[in-house]
Structures are given as C-alpha cells and as structure tokens.
C-alpha cells in the first residue's frame, strides 16, 4: 500500500472524494476531511452546508453575490457560514474585511467552485472509502454531526472524529494549526 495521506480541508476535501470515486483509494493510506461533507445541498438531507440550513436560495444570492461583487460576497459567505464571529466586526473594519477576502479571487472561478460543491452529491463515495479516515470537526463547524455520522456508517477503512478543539469555526486550520496537525500525526501514526 502506498504511504500517502490525502487531507483536505473543504474544496480540498472534494477533491480527495472525487479522487476516489475516480480511481479507488489504492494509492492511499489515509485521508483526512477537515469540516467538509459529500454533499452540500439541504433538499435531500440535513447534512449540508450551514448545519442543514443553508437553502438552494441562499445558494442562487450566493452566486449572485460573486458576479456582481466578489468582496462582499466572500465576506458575506465567511461571516455567515465560516465564522459567525465575524459578524461582530466594528462597522469602521467591514469595508477592508471585505477587500481582503475578495483579494486574488476570480469571480468565475469563484462561481465556478460554488457551483460544482453545490451540484455535486459525493455521498455515494463514502462507501469507496477502504482506509482509515479521520474526520475533524471545530467546535462552530459548517456541517452537523449528520455528516460525520453518515460518513462513519459508510467508509470501510475505519472512522474517527475528532472534535476536541475548543474555540474553532471552519477556519480551524488559521485558529488552531497545532493542535490539527498533532490530530493529524496521531493519526497516521496510529494507522502506519
């Protein structure tokens, strides 16, 4: 067996799913989902985006919101789905939030990522799933324990959550980089 560990954190994490439904997971030994679910929509399910309660409507304004104003549509999605904190920021800071979360971001590509991650249903996948897989999950996360649950009744490799990080939304990788990366050595670790 190959020693790769595949870990993605949201659109990285769609890639590994999409990875796998391609090719299998010969070629791997781990993988690694970082807040991230197989299916982002809420119709069908209640383990989508937002902890089930983003709507398809909610993901039209979205798409709007790219083409006609990248920043604020970047922020608009960080502080109501990434990090509800952000919500807090003093009105006097909101104008350069939200240039910086639109800086290098192209509204195609943008939309483009939006749309795929909405349309996309990756749960069939989770039963491709023949390796060890570790789910972390901050404390705020963007998707339920819906989506941790249906991934652990569905992989075939073995499945572990860890959740143990206190103050963390879905920008745990920023919030809390040490401690997800010690998860992430015992882990692989545990599974050499």
Sequence with gaps: MSEITAIGHSMGAATIFSYVNQFGCSKLKRIVSVDMTPYMRNTVWEGGIGQGKWTDEDFMQDLDRIFDDIDNANWHISKELMNPALAKTPDAFVGFMQA??????????????WY????????PVMDKITVPFLYIMPEC??????????????????FELDNQFPGTTHTI???????????????MLKYK
Aim: aromatic share 10%.
């Design 100 to 113: 910086t979360f639109g800086i290098g971001c192209n509204p195609l590509t943008m939309a483009a990522f």
């Design 116 to 123: 795929s991650l909405f349309r996309t249903d990756q749960r």
């Design 141 to 158: 996360p963007l998707y339920s324990m819906v989506t941790a649950n249906y991934i652990k009744e569905h992989v075939k490799g073995g």
């Design 173 to 187: 990788l920023m919030e809390s980089p040490h401690a997800v990366a010690e998860s992430i050595k015992r882990f």
